[in-house]
C-alpha cells in the first residue's frame, strides 16, 4: 500500500508539473518544468508498470534536452552576434530575385513598406542622406519594424542591379528563424536610425560609415 501511495504521488506530481510547463510564457523554463516532469512520468511508469507512459516520457525526456540545448545555443548566438559577414547565406532562401535598370526608384519616403532588398550587384543610392549601398547590404528594412510601416528614406538604382527582394511575411519567417539573424537586424536598424537622426540633426557625415561597413561604396 505504501509503495502504492508513493507511486501514485509521482504520477500526480508529474501531472501537476506538465500543467505548470504548459502555464509557462518562455520556452527555456517550459522545457525545464517539462523535463522535471518527464523524470516523474518515468519514475510512475516504471514502478507503476504504465509501459506507454514509461516509453512516452522517457522518448519526451530526450526530445525536451535536444531542445532545450538547441534554444540555450541560439542565446547563446544571439547574444554574441555582431553584423552578419553574409546576408545572402542568412537571408536568400526566403528572397526573390529582381533584375532593376539604372535610375530605377525603388521606393520613395513615406511610401508603404511592402519589401526589403538585398543588392548582388550595383549600387542603390539614399536620396535624403546621398549615401551609395553596394553589392552585400541590406535595406529596406526599417519599414518593417515601424507601427506605421512607410519607408524613411527614397531608394533609386544608382546603376543597373541585381537584387534579392522579399515581403513582410518572408522577413517576419527569416528574422524568428534564426536568433543571430535577428539580432543583426536589430543592431542594423538602430545604427541607421541613429545616422538619419544625426543627418536630421545635422551632425551626419557620410564619410563616417557605421558598423555595418566601412567605408561605404562610393
Not at 545555443?73 to 532562401?93: C, E, F, H, M, V
Not at 543610392?125 to 529596406?140: N, S, V
Not at 557625415?205 to 555595418?212: I, L, M, V
Request: with cysteine; hydrophobic share 45%.
Amino acid at each position: 500500500m505504501e509503495d502504492l501511495n508513493w507511486i501514485e504521488i509521482s504520477g500526480w506530481i508529474a501531472a501537476f508539473l506538465t500543467l505548470l510547463a504548459y502555464s509557462m510564457r518562455t520556452m527555456v523554463v517550459f522545457r525545464l518544468i517539462a523535463l522535471a516532469a518527464n523524470v516523474f512520468f518515468v519514475t510512475y511508469g516504471f514502478f507503476g508498470q504504465v509501459y506507454p507512459a514509461l516509453a512516452l516520457h522517457i522518448t519526451l525526456f530526450v526530445l525536451n534536452s535536444l531542445r532545450l540545448n538547441q534554444i540555450r545555443r541560439d542565446i547563446n548566438l544571439a547574444k554574441n552576434a555582431q553584423y552578419l559577414s553574409d546576408w545572402t547565406a542568412a537571408l536568400g532562401p526566403f528572397m526573390q530575385k529582381q533584375d532593376v535598370e539604372k535610375g530605377t526608384l525603388l521606393f520613395r519616403k513615406g511610401d508603404a513598406a511592402d519589401k526589403f532588398y538585398l543588392i548582388k550587384t550595383g549600387h542603390v543610392r539614399l536620396a535624403e542622406i546621398d549615401r551609395l549601398l553596394g553589392p552585400g547590404q541590406l535595406f529596406g528594412e526599417i519599414g518593417f519594424l515601424t507601427d506605421v510601416k512607410k519607408r524613411t528614406l527614397t531608394a533609386i538604382c544608382d546603376t543597373d542591379c541585381k537584387l534579392l527582394c522579399a515581403d513582410e511575411e518572408a522577413f517576419t519567417k527569416a528574422y524568428y528563424q534564426s536568433p543571430a539573424l535577428g539580432m543583426s537586424i536589430l543592431k542594423l536598424v538602430a545604427t541607421r536610425l541613429n545616422e538619419l537622426a544625426e543627418h536630421n540633426s545635422g551632425d551626419f557625415s557620410p564619410t563616417r560609415g557605421t558598423a555595418e561597413q566601412r567605408p561605404w561604396p562610393k
